[in-house]
């Protein structure tokens, strides 16, 4: 997979819907079939493959990932689950496998917001996001997510891009853990019980452009109002939540020459925590530092919110099945928080989650060195392949 999209520096840029995750999707598509998997697409561009079961009214096992990346990004964030997935679909496949419920492999479509906003395809897919709204937004070049998903889609005929609850008895989506935890505790691989919340805002001041020999105290920058706010965000979080982080990694000045009073500064923070209340907490105390700052600078501020996603716990019941599963095949596990997002937080709404984790080679992620080892990836194969076996053989798990 990271033949589509690998940059000059070893890395990966396969952005949502460009040409290189639109040619990784459809190298998938062929991989799929060959395994004689069912495939669809839905109106937002996620991909499905079917493998039916002896009752396909029943509701759908589901399992996958992403395979859209960060620019210059890794070559396992997201595509390793899906990596997983196939793997485990065509074991089944080899050994003649039939399962009770019909299983599916899914592939969500933008969940980085390197190019669109973040979790697209499982937002729109599970009501959050209406496929309307979704298509209005646009890229940097100003390419709607209507006219990328169109390109994507081609001339085929589009499912209804949002599923209903228990649509999915139970989704499992594997991933590597971006972090260095299990890898520091020697564990073969982790199991999730919670998921950190997201939020993205898009933050910006506004003042007076002119000339760089204007008088220090006749400027109004907003510059140095956006520089002041970044430069006080990790004391502000500190003071709210012991466990929140915040990142500013995009940066916009206009007009963007080096002898001009900027007219606007605007950026993209997103910060995350385990607990809702500091997220709140950390949002209000923020948003009261930033007012003053503009005030006492006499520049323009205003805050608009990109994206949004609660704290996710995982189903207790899957936490302890794939706990168990890994158990009896002798591997070493412990249970982990993810304090990365992922889609599967936004499917919680409509079934019961979980996820396994493979160990990253040095907790990097999100860069061309990004690694897990072939025989990590194997364990985890081994523990989604028993897990769904023992899910398929009952059928539904239900729902209250």
Request: proline share 4%; charged share 25%; aromatic share 6%.
């Amino acid at each position: 997979m990271s033949r589509f999209g690998r940059d000059t520096e070893e890395g990966v840029t396969r952005l949502a819907f460009s040409d290189s995750d639109i040619a990784a999707r459809e190298y998938l598509r062929k991989r799929f079939e060959s395994l004689d998997l069912i495939v669809t697409v839905d109106q937002i561009g996620n991909l499905f493959a079917r493998r039916n079961g002896r009752n396909n009214k029943l509701a759908v096992l589901g399992i996958g990932s992403h395979t859209d990346s960060v620019p210059n990004g890794g070559k396992f964030d997201g595509v390793a689950g899906i990596a997983v997935a196939l793997e485990v679909l065509r074991i089944l496949n080899e050994r003649k496998y039939e399962s009770n419920q019909p299983i599916e492999l899914v592939v969500l479509a933008a969940e980085e917001g390197s190019r669109f906003p973040i979790f697209l395809g499982s937002k729109v897919m599970t009501g959050l996001m209406s496929l309307e709204d979704a298509y209005r937004f646009e890229d940097a070049n100003g390419t709607s997510v209507k006219e990328a998903v169109t390109k994507t889609l081609g001339s085929e005929h589009a499912e209804s891009a949002r599923k209903p609850v228990g649509y999915f008895t139970a989704w499992i989506e594997p991933h590597v853990e971006q972090g260095s935890v299990l890898e520091q505790h020697g564990c073969n691989l982790g199991i999730v019980t919670k998921i950190v919340g997201i939020q993205q805002l898009h933050v910006a001041f506004g003042g007076g452009s002119g000339h760089a020999g204007t008088p220090m105290n006749l400027r109004r920058d907003p510059m140095v109002a956006a520089a002041t706010l970044i430069a006080e965000l990790p004391r502000i979080a500190s003071r709210v939540s012991s466990h929140l982080v915040v990142t500013v990694g995009a940066l916009k000045v206009t007009p963007g020459a080096s002898n001009v009073i900027p007219r606007i500064a605007e950026f993209v923070m997103d910060f995350r925590d385990f607990e809702l209340d500091g997220m709140e907490r950390f949002r209000r105390v923020m948003n009261q530092r930033a007012s003053e700052i503009a005030e006492n600078l006499n520049v323009s501020y205003s805050i608009r919110e990109i994206s949004k996603s609660s704290p996710t716990p995982m189903d207790e019941t899957l936490i302890d099945l794939i706990e168990d599963t890994a158990n009896s095949l002798a591997l070493r596990t412990m249970r982990i928080v993810s304090r990365a997002g992922h889609d599967t937080q936004n499917i919680s709404r409509i079934a019961r989650c979980g996820m396994i984790f493979a160990p990253s080679k040095g907790g990097i992620s999100h860069a061309p060195s990004e690694f897990t080892d072939w025989r990590q990836l194997t364990d985890v194969t081994d523990v989604l392949l028993h897990v769904v076996q023992n899910l398929s053989i009952g059928g539904q798990l239900g729902f209250s």
